[in-house]
C-alpha cells in the first residue's frame, strides 16, 4: 500500500507547527507497518538544496513562492506542485491530506477526488466557520466540495466536527470518523533537578498568548525565587510585546527565549522541565501538550484547549482562565507530592489514551477498508 500525506508547509523552524508532526508521526507508524509513505509539501527556509525527508520521513517537497500577499500561510504555493497534483496523486492508494484553506492541500485534494484515489482528510482544526473574505471564497470554491466526497473526514474533538458542519452548511455526509492525536511512546522524566523550570513551547503568536505566560511569572516568583522560565517557539509577531512585559514587569533576568527547537531537541527541553504552560485559546489538540505527557511532564493550559478535560480528569495538569491563574497552576504543580503524582498521571495518560501505535492501527485500518472496497 502507498500512502500519499499532504501537508502545507515545512521550514528548519517548524513555522507549521502540529500538523507536519502529525504527519511525521502518522507516517513513521505506518512504515512500521508496511505501508510506503511520502509526504508532500512546500519547503522554505532552508540553506540549500531542499532537504528529501521531513524529520527522517520520505518527502517531495517544492520551493515555496507567495501569490497572494497578507494571507500568510494560505498565499503560498508552488506552480511546479500545482502541475504534478494529479501525478502525485495517481501514484498513490491513499492519499491523506492534513487540510487548511490554503494552495497546497487543497489543490492536492480536488486532485486525488478527480483521480478517483481514496482521500483522507484531517483538518487539525485549521478549518472552522471565517468570515474572512478568502475563506468564504475558498469554501465556495473548493472546501465544501472536499469536505463532502473525502472518504473520511477525521476529528479530534466534537468542538471540531461541529465546526466543520458549520463549514458544510448542509447534511451530514456521514463521513465523520474521530481520531485523537498519537505521540511515540517514551520514558517517563525522572523530577528535574534544581531550580523549578516552567515552559512555554509554542509559536510567538496572539492566539497562543505568550505574554500570559509571562504575566504568570511574578506571582509563582514570589514562592520560587529562583525559578526560570523558558520561552521556545518560532516568532510570529508577539516575542517582542511578552519580553516588552517581561521587562516591565521586572522579571527579564529570569525569563530567556530559546527560539525555536529542532524536532530532535523538544524532548530534551521537557526532560529538563518540571512545569509545562500553554496559555493558548481555542487549541484543538496541541502537540507541545502530547508530547509533554509522554515524558511525564505535567501542563497548565486553558479551558479551550482540547486536552483539558483530559488534564484535569487525570489529574495530569491544571486548567486556568487568566495569568493569576496560571501562576496557581503552576506553584500547586511545583509542590514536590504534587509534581510526582502529576507526572506519573501525565505519563499514564499518554500511554493509555494517546499512543501512537493505537492511532496508527485504527488509520492502517481505515485504509485497509477503502482499498479493499
Known amino acids: ?156 474533538t466534537a468542538y471540531e466536527r461541529k465546526g466543520l458542519d458549520a463549514v458544510l452548511g448542509t447534511a451530514d455526509p456521514g463521513n465523520g470518523v474521530r481520531l485523537v492525536n498519537g505521540v511515540p511512546a517514551q520514558e517517563r522524566r525522572p523530577r528535574p533537578e534544581g531550580p523549578p523550570r516552567v515552559l512555554y513551547l509554542a509559536r510567538m503568536q496572539a492566539r497562543k498568548r505568550p505574554a500570559d505566560f509571562v504575566a504568570a511569572v511574578p506571582e509563582v516568583l514570589r514562592r520560587h525565587p529562583d525559578a526560570r522560565f523558558v520561552m521556545a517557539g518560532a516568532d510570529e509577531g508577539e516575542l517582542g510585546a511578552a519580553l516588552k512585559l517581561a521587562e516591565a514587569l521586572g522579571v527579564s533576568d529570569c525569563v530567556e527565549y530559546l527560539g525555536s527547537l529542532a524536532p530532535g531537541a523538544v524532548l530534551g527541553e521537557l526532560r529538563r522541565t518540571h512545569v509545562h504552560v500553554l496559555p493558548s485559546v481555542d487549541e484543538p489538540f496541541p502537540m507541545s501538550v502530547l508530547e509533554a505527557l509522554s515524558v511525564g511532564v505535567p501542563s497548565v493550559v486553558t479551558p479551550t484547549n482540547g486536552l483539558a478535560d483530559d488534564l484535569a480528569r487525570s489529574g495530569a495538569g491544571r486548567v486556568a482562565r487568566t495569568p493569576e491563574a496560571l501562576a496557581t497552576g503552576i506553584i500547586a504543580l511545583l509542590e514536590p507530592a504534587a509534581q510526582d503524582a502529576a507526572s506519573a498521571a501525565a505519563w499514564q495518560l499518554s500511554r493509555t489514551s494517546f499512543s501512537l501505535e493505537a492511532v496508527t492501527d485504527r488509520l492502517h485500518a481505515l485504509y485497509d477498508s477503502f482499498c479493499q472496497a
Open 1 to 156: 500500500m502507498r500512502a500519499l500525506h499532504a501537508v502545507t508547509l515545512h521550514t528548519p523552524t517548524q513555522a507549521f507547527g502540529g500538523p507536519v508532526r502529525v504527519a511525521v508521526n502518522l507516517t513513521g507508524g505506518l512504515a512500521a507497518r508496511g505501508v510506503d509513505t511520502r509526504i508532500v509539501a512546500l519547503g522554505s527556509g532552508f540553506d540549500g538544496p531542499l532537504p528529501a525527508d521531513v524529520d527522517g520521513r520520505p518527502a517531495r517537497l517544492y520551493p515555496a513562492r507567495r501569490v497572494v500577499p497578507g494571507a500568510g500561510f494560505s498565499g503560498l504555493t508552488s506552480p511546479a506542485l500545482l502541475l504534478g497534483a494529479r501525478r502525485l496523486v495517481k501514484a498513490a492508494d491513499v492519499v491523506h491530506v492534513h487540510l487548511a484553506r490554503d494552495l497546497v492541500t487543497l489543490p492536492i485534494a480536488l486532485a486525488a477526488l478527480s483521480a478517483r484515489r481514496p482521500l483522507v482528510v484531517q483538518t487539525h482544526g485549521m478549518v472552522d466557520p471565517s468570515d474572512k473574505a478568502l475563506a468564504k471564497v475558498l469554501d465556495a470554491l473548493a472546501v465544501r466540495r472536499v469536505l463532502r466526497r473525502a472518504d473520511a473526514v477525521l476529528h479530534l
